[in-house]
C-alpha cells in the first residue's frame, strides 16, 4: 500500500484554508470570527500560547455557518487541484492520511476510491472529536486501522511526518511536483 499526506503533497494547496475563503464568499457571517482567530493566531505563533488543535478549533468556528452543500460545491471546484502526478499513479489500496478535517476530504477520498484516516472534527460544532491527525499521531492512527501492514511507499510535504515515513519501505519529500527521496539526516529521527 501506499500512502500519501493530502495537503500540499497530492493536493496543491492546504484544502481547510481553501474551503474557510470559499465558505466565507458564501457566507458573510463568518467574519464575525475573524477578530477572535487573529487573536488565537497571534497567541500561537507569535506567544507560543496553547497547542495548535485549539487554534485549530477557533478556525473550525466558522462551520457553524456552513451547509453540507458547501463541502459538495467546494470539491466540485477544487477537485481539479488533485496534482496530475498523484493521479497518474494513483492505485485501488492508496491510503490518504492527514491533518486536515474527515469531513473535508472524505468526498474527494470517496471520488478518487481511496481510503482515508484525518482528523475527526465535528462538522456542526467545529470541536476535535479525537486527536488531531499528525505527526505520531499519524503513525498510532495508521496501526490502529492496518495493524502491522508495511508502507511500500510514503509521500508528504513536510518532514513532521518523519514517525510515519520510518514506516515505510521507501519515503518521498514532495515540493510542488518535485519529488524526491526522505533525506532521514534533515531531523531527529522519532521512535516509534
Known amino acids: 500500500m501506499n500512502v500519501y499526506d493530502f495537503d500540499k503533497t497530492i493536493y496543491d494547496g492546504d484544502s481547510t484554508t481553501d474551503f474557510y475563503f470559499f465558505t466565507l464568499k458564501r457566507h458573510k457571517k463568518i467574519l464575525r470570527f475573524v477578530p477572535s482567530l487573529f487573536v488565537a493566531f497571534v497567541g500561537y505563533y507569535v506567544f507560543n500560547k496553547g497547542n495548535k488543535t485549539l487554534l485549530k478549533e ?3 468556528r466558522f462551520l457553524t455557518v456552513c451547509t453540507e452543500d458547501d463541502i459538495k460545491d467546494f470539491w466540485a471546484i477544487n ?3 488533485i496534482k496530475p502526478w498523484y493521479l497518474l499513479q494513483k492505485k485501488d489500496d ?12 472524505t468526498p474527494i477520498c470517496e471520488k478518487l476510491s481511496v481510503s482515508l484516516i484525518a482528523s475527526k472534527v465535528s462538522f456542526e460544532t467545529g470541536k476535535y472529536t479525537g486527536k488531531n491527525c499528525n505527526s505520531i499521531e499519524k503513525v498510532n492512527r495508521f496501526k490502529e486501522s492496518f495493524g502491522v ?9 513536510s518532514y513532521s511526518d518523519e514517525p510515519i ?18 533525506d532521514f539526516t534533515k531531523h531527529k529521527k522519532v521512535r516509534i
Open 79 to 81: 477537485e481539479k487541484k
Open 149 to 157: 501492514a508495511k508502507i511500500d511507499e510514503f509521500y508528504s510535504d
Open 58 to 60: 477557533n478556525l473550525y
Open 165 to 182: 515515513a520510518l514506516l515505510s519501505k521507501k519515503a518521498f519529500i514532495v515540493k510542488k511536483d518535485k519529488i524526491t527521496p526522505w
Open 94 to 105: 492508496d491510503l490518504i492520511i492527514s491533518a486536515s478535517s474527515e469531513f473535508l476530504l
